[in-house]
T-cell receptor, first 112, second 113 residues
Framework: EAEVAQSPRYKITEKSQAVAFWCDPISGHATLYWYRQILGQGPELLVQFQDESVVDDSQLPKDRFSAERLKGVDSTLKIQPAELGDSAMYLC??????????FGPGTRLTVT | GESVGLHLPTLSVQEGDNSIINCAYS??????FIWYKQESGKGPQFIIDIRSNMDKRQGQRVTVLLNKTVKHLSLQIAATQPGDSAVYFCAERGNSGYSTLTFGKGTMLLVSP
């Protein structure tokens, strides 16, 4: 069964350092999402791509976060510099244009 | 019974019981709803979805009910098993353009053997 792949699964970094997460969506899924999830809460959307274009980044803290999906397939989310409050689970999901979103296993980020 | 924990509402049931998890959604224009199951340390797992032109949809051991009048969604799990223990989230999607999913607060389901 096709799955969304994410790496790394866990990341520990010091504040002010740069960190990057990678996501490979389900083959054929044109829409890709990055979410942040704080423990005990539901995921919150950071950015949504349709193919290689950003269609919603209204909740992305653009002073320190960036995301790209250059060829419309895999994607990278970067944080620079990381802050203590960025500690969370970062989830990637993908979908066909209509239908449900399928999530990857996530990257657990700890900023010390 | 159902209780509000420190972080999440919690539903505790015995193995073999039927479970009902409820969700109130916020946007009357939402046209698509999904239930997700999330186990500790893992990403949300798609369980079942329903579109707003339906009021009931059944899967394997799960049923989703949609009441648009009161903006209420429920997930029924038949013959609940210990492996069903997880946090369950409902999510709604608006009906315009590239509408995104908005997740509810989540309910923790604890199944005792």
């Amino acid at each position: 069964e096709a799955e969304v792949a994410q790496s790394p699964r866990y990341k520990i970094t010091e504040k002010s350092q740069a960190v990057a997460f990678w996501c490979d969506p389900i083959s054929g899924h044109a829409t890709l999402y990055w979410y942040r999830q704080i423990l005990g809460q539901g995921p919150e959307l950071l950015v949504q791509f349709q193919d290689e274009s950003v269609v919603d980044d209204s909740q992305l803290p653009k002073d320190r976060f960036s995301a790209e999906r250059l060829k419309g397939v895999d994607s990278t989310l970067k944080i620079q510099p990381a802050e203590l409050g960025d500690s969370a689970m970062y989830l990637c999901a993908s979908s066909l244009e209509t239908g449900g979103q399928y999530f990857g296993p996530g990257t657990r980020l700890t900023v010390t | 019974g159902e209780s509000v924990g420190l972080h999440l509402p919690t539903l505790s049931v015995q193995e073999g019981d039927n479970s009902i998890i409820n969700c109130a959604y916020s946007n009357s224009a939402s046209d698509y709803f999904i239930w997700y199951k999330q186990e500790s340390g893992k990403g949300p797992q798609f369980i079942i979805d329903i579109r707003s032109n339906m009021d009931k949809r059944q899967g394997q051991r799960v049923t989703v009910l949609l009441n648009k009048t009161v903006k209420h969604l429920s997930l029924q799990i038949a013959a609940t098993q210990p492996g069903d223990s997880a946090v369950y989230f409902c999510a709604e999607r608006g009906n315009s353009g590239y509408s995104t999913l908005t997740f509810g607060k989540g309910t923790m389901l604890l199944v005792s053997p």
